[in-house]
Every structure is written in structure tokens, then in C-alpha cells.
């Protein structure tokens, strides 16, 4: 396995074919503020065994300290931070 990758905005548009990419060799973390459907890793990945979804709103300070306390614990590291998520108003 490659890096522990993190793709903030990644179920959709740019964020998603970032984080495509990334799975074909890394690990790679996804979020969204909301719940996706069961299948949506299985439909949009190659290598789903390689993408791990956690519900992450990042305007908010404790959801965002859960997503590092997640990925410490499960992969006890964290080698690449992609922020492209977006706030709309």
C-alpha cells in the first residue's frame, strides 16, 4: 500500500477525481458533510478496498478533530492533505 491520503470534497466534481486517482495506489480518506449512499465506493472507485469514507463537516472545529483522531488511530499517520473542499454561503 502506498500513502495515507486525505481528500477533503471528494464525493463530487474535482475532489472525487482526485481522490480516484490517489486510490489506484494510496489509501485514500473521503468526507463530505453528509451521509453517502452504501454503494457510492463500490460505484466510483476502481479499488474500493482502497477508499475509506468518514462524515467530516469542515466548518466545524469537532467534527474535524474526530477525522484526525479517525485517522490516527487507523493508520497512525497522515502523508498527504488535499483541501478542496468548499463552504457555500
Known sequence: M??????????????LA????LSKSNM???NDYKELDNNFI???FDKPENVRFYK???SKKDDILSL???ILKE???LDYLICNAGILP
Open 68 to 70: 484526525k483522531s479517525y
Open 75 to 77: 493508520f497512525g499517520k
Open 42 to 44: 463500490k460505484n466510483n
Open 28 to 30: 485514500v480518506i473521503i
Open 18 to 21: 482526485i481522490a480516484k486517482k
Open 2 to 15: 502506498g500513502e495515507i491520503c486525505l481528500v477533503t470534497g471528494s464525493t463530487s466534481g474535482i475532489g
Open 56 to 58: 467530516c463537516d469542515i
